[in-house]
Every structure is written in structure tokens, then in C-alpha cells.
């Protein structure tokens, strides 16, 4: 079959089966995985998508230093059943666990002070007898301009109503970290906390 080359590792692209970038620039599955599963790569130019890679792997760094195999933080839900929200509070920030991660996939890491609104959402489908019955549902996270992840986070919690539902518990969880419950000045202190130990954590990984 025809090919192109990989706009970022150069290696051969199957037309119609890998991602295109731009007008005659390819990117190929092993690069995609690579990029955050909350963009689009078909929107980015090819520098900007260079530019984006070595973020996601700093933040895959992250990931696998504080939160991978770590028993001593919170997650919601514990046992996966399509994805969980890790919160690290020692380094101000969460992740997003999935239980069906492409081996390979880079995973996102998020900042509690890039944090703009969370919301819950559900997802129903048709039963096919043209009746609409619950799917999943979880919370959209979005995020303050500018962040890669523009559209937000979606975490779904459960597939079953009769599952717990654990969206309420991560909304306190965050009110809580954001100052916006309680004593407003304490909230302020913790999250400058919480920003001072983002901000020490980047500065590691960007020596």
C-alpha cells in the first residue's frame, strides 16, 4: 500500500490508516500514542504536535515516578471499571487511569490549580426498543485557557446505576483542594501549596 513518512519519527505511514497532520504530513501510530488522549492530532501543525509530545512525556514521567503502582493515594473508583481519577496530593497534582490503555499510551498528568470548573455528566444509550437507558457517567473536568485539553476530561466512574457513584465524593474532593468550601483564606493557602509543589515537581523534569 502506499505510504508517507512519519512527520515526527520519519518512519513509514499507511495513507488512510494513520493520522494526517497537514496537507502532506503523516503521523504514524506509534507517534500518536504519544500525544494525550483528550486532543486531536489531526488539528495541530507538525511543530506544534513536536511540541506536545515532549510535554506528554515529561508528563509520562510524572506519572510513572508518583502515581503508577502508588497504594498510598487516593482513587476514585479503586478498582477500575473504565476509568479512575488518581489525586497526589504531595506533588498538587491527579491523573486519569484507564483500564484499557493502549500499551504504549503516554498518560496525562493535571495540575490542581489548572483546574477551571467539574461538572457531572451521563451518557444514555438505545436499548433497541427506541428506549434511552443509562450507559456510564462521571465527571467533565475542564481546564483554564490555554490547556492542551481543551474540550475538557471526561472520567467515566460506572456503567451500571446500581455501581457507586462516586462523582459527588470527587467534586468535595475538589472543592476542597480549590478553597471553595470552608474558610476561603485557608483554601487560598492550600492551593498556593499545592501550586508550590506543581511547580517544584516541573522544575525537576525540565533540568
Keep these: 500500500m502506499f505510504?508517507?513518512?512519519?512527520?515526527?519519527?520519519?518512519?513509514?505511514?499507511?495513507?488512510?490508516?494513520?493520522?494526517?497532520?497537514?496537507?502532506?504530513?503523516?503521523?504514524?501510530?506509534?507517534?500518536?500514542k504519544l500525544c494525550s488522549s483528550f486532543i486531536d492530532?489531526?488539528?495541530?501543525?507538525?511543530?506544534?504536535?513536536?511540541?506536545?509530545?515532549?510535554?506528554?512525556?515529561?508528563?509520562?514521567?510524572?506519572?510513572?515516578?508518583?502515581f503508577e503502582g502508588n497504594k498510598?493515594?487516593?482513587?476514585?473508583?479503586?478498582?477500575?471499571?473504565i476509568e479512575s481519577i488518581m489525586f497526589n496530593d504531595s506533588i498538587g497534582m491527579f491523573a486519569v487511569r484507564s483500564?484499557?490503555?493502549?500499551?504504549?499510551?503516554?498518560?496525562?498528568?493535571?495540575?490542581?490549580?489548572?483546574?477551571?470548573?467539574?461538572?457531572?455528566?451521563?451518557?444514555?444509550?438505545?436499548?433497541?426498543?427506541?428506549?434511552r437507558v443509562f450507559k456510564s457517567d462521571g465527571l467533565l473536568i475542564k481546564f483554564k485557557y490555554p490547556h492542551y485539553a481543551k474540550n475538557g476530561v471526561r472520567i467515566h466512574m460506572r456503567t451500571r446505576e446500581s455501581e457507586h457513584d462516586y462523582v459527588d465524593e470527587v467534586m468535595s474532593r475538589f472543592d476542597r483542594i480549590l478553597g471553595r468550601v470552608g474558610d476561603a483564606a485557608?483554601?487560598?493557602?492550600g492551593l498556593v501549596l499545592f501550586t508550590h509543589a506543581a511547580d517544584s515537581v516541573l522544575a525537576k523534569y525540565d533540568k
Design 72 to 81: 498510598n493515594i487516593p482513587v476514585f473508583p479503586s478498582l477500575t471499571k
Design 41 to 66: 492530532p489531526e488539528k495541530y501543525s507538525v511543530d506544534a504536535l513536536r511540541s506536545h509530545i515532549e510535554l506528554m512525556k515529561r508528563e509520562d514521567k510524572i506519572y510513572k515516578e508518583y
Design 186 to 189: 485557608n483554601g487560598e493557602d
Design 3 to 32: 505510504s508517507k513518512k512519519c512527520c515526527i519519527c520519519g518512519s513509514s505511514c499507511k495513507v488512510f490508516k494513520n493520522k494526517k497532520i497537514e496537507m502532506r504530513s503523516y503521523l504514524c501510530s506509534r507517534c500518536e
Design 99 to 131: 483500564n484499557d490503555d493502549d500499551e504504549g499510551r503516554v498518560k496525562d498528568v493535571f495540575r490542581y490549580d489548572e483546574v477551571d470548573s467539574y461538572t457531572r455528566f451521563a451518557q444514555t444509550a438505545d436499548n433497541g426498543e427506541g428506549i
